[in-house]
């Protein structure tokens, strides 16, 4: 079953990182692994349509997949050994691209990240790697995947009347800020909860948490905001 292949494959590169304890800490809360995985793949099947008899074996299973699904506990320690050259927070680091093609490594974290979240990410990084050859900058790489990659990512998942609809309700909910004489939509606690609904409408119940509530803070900005305005957003956080 290409499922436990999938998981299978992430132990490599746990391995490969340096010595771990075999024994994880399993979440009780969380469901059951294969399901879950079963619910990531059936979401990136509508994302990639037609692609995805291709996709999904040449970037997900394989002896050293693309793209490797690894537990938070590896995340953290991926990311603070800066393997993308970036320093980030591994505990609330969703995915990361590491290398150039075609020595290309994406892990993705699965374990405390619910589905529809966890096939956005693969999606996303996959999206960077897509824009790669265009050699924009690092900031204007990640505007560009954040609007067209993500939001193409929900509008496949639950349709364009569902987008339109969410983003034009999530407009009256934002706030407008005014940052270094750029005006942009501020998510409110509101927007926030109103995009929960939205997805739970369209039969993805997300668990209210703290790690998804930022997630789905930060799809409520991309989606009431320009490319431009998330350009100007990723530049402003690289200001020291
Ligand atoms: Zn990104």
Redesign the pocket.
Known sequence: MNAFATFGAMWCLTFSLGPVSHVRNQDVTSPDPAEKLREVVALLRIAWGKDFDSNYPNLLLGSSPTVVLIPRNEMIKIAAARLDGRQRDGSTTQGLTIGEPPNVKIVVVYDDIAPLLVARTII??IG?LELRGKRLSRNRE?AR??KIVDTGFLEKAFGREWLKTTVAALRKKVVAVKKNGRQYQGYTPEAVEMFYQSLEKAGASIAREPLHDQIIASLVFILTNSEGNLLAALDADDVP
Do not use: A
């Open positions: 996303h990084e960077h990640e995947v954040r």
